[in-house]
């Protein structure tokens, strides 16, 4: 069953302390301030594991999201056809695609990188995502990095 993903937007201070420091700890990574993950949860007081827990799962909101790069892989199955619709989709929302990288099917299974650019009437991107989710033969969608 596909996990129902939702963005919300919150104040700062509704955030539990946690994944604010996730969020330190990924910058000091960015920046090479610090060289290793252990490092950089050593430096801002938490675990490796609540690291791992939530990195993929809390990025720092920037009110000009336009030019912002992002970059989402998928798992999905082995289908003429599927992967124009995917492109397709994402193209309705105004996004540029600038980069894909499909491997080859295992087991009847493929995955997707692809790298879009936020442009000034990109709509919302989480609904593109769930639209996406809900697609027929998509089984995961991930945003795993923004620019």
């Keep these: 069953m596909l996990e129902n993903t939702?963005?919300?937007?919150?104040?700062?201070k509704a955030?539990?302390?946690?994944?604010?420091k996730v969020v330190?700890?990924?910058?000091?990574l960015e920046s090479e301030k610090v060289l290793t993950i252990q490092e950089a949860v050593d430096k801002v007081g938490i675990s490796r594991s609540?690291?791992?827990?939530?990195?993929?799962?809390i990025f720092q909101f920037h009110d000009n999201s336009q030019g912002t790069t992002?970059?989402?892989?998928?798992q999905m199955d082995d289908e003429p056809g599927l992967l124009s619709d995917v492109l397709?989709?994402?193209?309705?929302?105004?996004?540029?695609?600038?980069?894909?990288?499909?491997?080859i099917p295992i087991n009847g299974v493929a995955s997707l990188s692809l790298s879009?650019?936020?442009l000034r009437n990109t709509e919302d991107i989480s609904r593109m995502i769930e639209q996406l989710e809900?697609?027929?033969?998509?089984?995961?969608?991930?945003?795993?990095?923004?620019?």
Aim: charged share 30%; no cysteine; glycine share 2%.
């Design 6 to 12: 939702k963005y919300f937007v919150v104040r700062k």
């Design 15 to 20: 955030v539990p302390e946690v994944l604010l």
């Design 24 to 28: 330190e700890a990924k910058e000091l």
């Design 50 to 57: 609540s690291f791992y827990k939530y990195k993929d799962d």
């Design 70 to 74: 992002l970059t989402m892989t998928f």
């Design 88 to 103: 397709k989709s994402i193209s309705e929302f105004h996004m540029n695609i600038l980069t894909i990288h499909q491997s």
């Design 116 to 118: 879009v650019q936020v």
């Design 134 to 147: 809900n697609k027929s033969g998509v089984h995961r969608v991930k945003i795993v990095a923004r620019e």
